[in-house]
């Protein structure tokens, strides 16, 4: 199946739809089964001891999973995530930005299911493992 958004649009319709994170973000790479999207790590995604919240590494699995969706369906602003879950494997590194390797498992016309692997920049050894489930709205 053919993309239906690019980078550029997809980036556009995240500042248009969600400007409170759409500066947070970085779609890397986009592709017919997923995408790259990195976390652009700061101070406010530190939990104490240095390292990124689990928060944080949630929401990079979320913003995704639903990017990488948007990409293969279309601006669909109303698609809402139905089931999460995360597996915290190890600390990232610090100071490192964080980047999902997010894969659609499945891509029906009510649910979409994928997957996101985040690894710490410069270490291939996943962080984060998450799993979710959206509910696409009526066409």
């Not at 973000?25 to 939990?47: N, P, Q, S, Y």
């Amino acid at each position: 199946m053919p993309l239906k958004m690019d980078i550029p649009a997809l980036e556009a319709f995240l500042k248009a739809q969600f400007p409170q994170v759409a500066e947070t973000f970085r779609i890397e790479a986009v592709a017919e089964v997923g995408l790259t999207l990195r976390l652009l790590t700061d101070e406010r995604h530190l939990r104490p001891g240095g390292t990124v919240s689990g928060p944080a590494m949630f929401a990079l699995a979320d913003v995704g999973v639903y990017l990488a969706i948007l990409a293969s369906v279309g601006p669909e602003a109303l698609a809402v995530t139905t089931n999460a879950s995360i597996d915290f494997l190890r600390k990232p590194r610090a100071g490192a930005d964080l980047l999902a390797q997010v894969r659609l498992l499945k891509l029906g016309r009510v649910l979409a299911v994928g997957e996101a692997l985040i690894t710490s920049e410069g270490d291939d050894a996943p962080v984060a493992r998450a799993s979710l489930t959206y509910s696409r709205p009526p066409q």
